[in-house]
C-alpha cells in the first residue's frame, strides 16, 4: 500500500493538486482540514472545540487529528493507496503516523512539498476567501498566525522527512498544470 503525504504551507495548493492526483492514480485522499470542517458543520463536540483553534488560525491538538487519520486507515482497508493532506502538521503527529503504519507493517511512501514564498501564501488565501466561505481565510491577523504556525511547527515536519530519503519538492509557484506535471513525476 502506498502512502503519500502532501505537504506545503497553507494556500500552496495542497487541496488542488490532491483532487488531480486522486483522479490520475485513486488514491484515497484525506484532508484533515476537510474533515475539521465536515465535523464542523455537523456540530459535533469535536467540531465545536476544532472551531474556536482554526478560527484563530491554531492547529488543533495532536491527539484529535490522529484519531480521525487511524480511522481513515481502519476504515478503508481496500484502497490502493493514501494520499494525506494537511497531515502531519508537526513532528509528533509525524512520529504517530510512522508508529501507526509500522503496526500494519507499512511505512510513509514520501512525502511530496510544494513550495511558496509567504507572500504568495496571502496572495493565494485572499482569493480562496472570495471563493469558498472560510472564515480563517478572511482576517488579516488569522492568516498572519497560520503563517507563524505553519514556520513553527510545520516546517519541522521537512526535516523529518528528510532525515528519512523521503522529502521531495516542487516549485509551487506557477499554474496548476506546471504543478501537477511536476508532483506527478515524483509519484
Ligand atoms: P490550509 O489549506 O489553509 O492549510 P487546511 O484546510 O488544511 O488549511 O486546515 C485548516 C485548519 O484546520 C488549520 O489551520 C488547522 O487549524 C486545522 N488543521 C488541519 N489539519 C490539521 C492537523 N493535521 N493538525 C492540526 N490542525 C489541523
Same mark, same amino acid.
Given at each position: ?116 514564498? =509567504? &507572500?504568495?501564501?496571502? !496572495?493565494? /488565501? @485572499? #482569493? +480562496? ?6 472564515? =480563517? &481565510?478572511?482576517?488579516? !491577523?488569522? /492568516? @498572519? #498566525? +497560520? ?41
Amino acid at each position: 500500500m502506498k502512502y503519500y503525504i502532501l505537504f506545503g504551507p497553507p494556500g500552496a495548493g495542497k487541496g488542488t493538486q490532491a483532487k488531480l492526483l486522486v483522479e490520475k492514480y485513486g488514491f484515497h485522499h484525506v484532508s484533515t482540514g476537510d474533515l475539521l470542517r465536515k465535523e464542523m458543520a455537523a456540530g459535533t463536540e469535536l467540531g465545536l472545540k476544532a472551531k474556536s483553534l482554526i478560527e484563530a488560525g491554531n492547529l488543533v491538538p495532536d491527539e484529535v487529528v490522529v484519531g480521525m487519520i487511524h480511522s481513515e486507515i481502519a476504515n478503508n482497508p481496500d484502497v490502493i493507496g493514501f494520499l494525506f493532506d494537511g497531515f502531519p502538521r508537526t513532528t509528533a503527529q509525524a512520529e504517530s503516523l510512522d508508529a501507526m503504519l509500522k503496526e500494519l507493517g507499512q511505512s510513509v511512501t514520501s512525502c511530496l512539498s510544494i513550495a511558496i514564498s =509567504d &507572500d504568495m501564501v496571502a !496572495e493565494r /488565501i @485572499a #482569493n +480562496r476567501a472570495m471563493i469558498e466561505n472560510r472564515p =480563517d &481565510d478572511t482576517k488579516p !491577523e488569522v /492568516i @498572519a #498566525n +497560520r503563517i507563524k504556525t505553519y514556520h513553527e511547527k510545520t516546517e519541522p515536519v521537512m526535516n523529518y522527512y528528510k532525515a528519512q530519503n523521503k522529502y521531495s519538492e516542487v516549485d509551487g509557484s506557477g499554474t496548476i498544470e506546471e504543478t501537477f506535471v511536476k508532483i506527478s513525476a515524483l509519484v
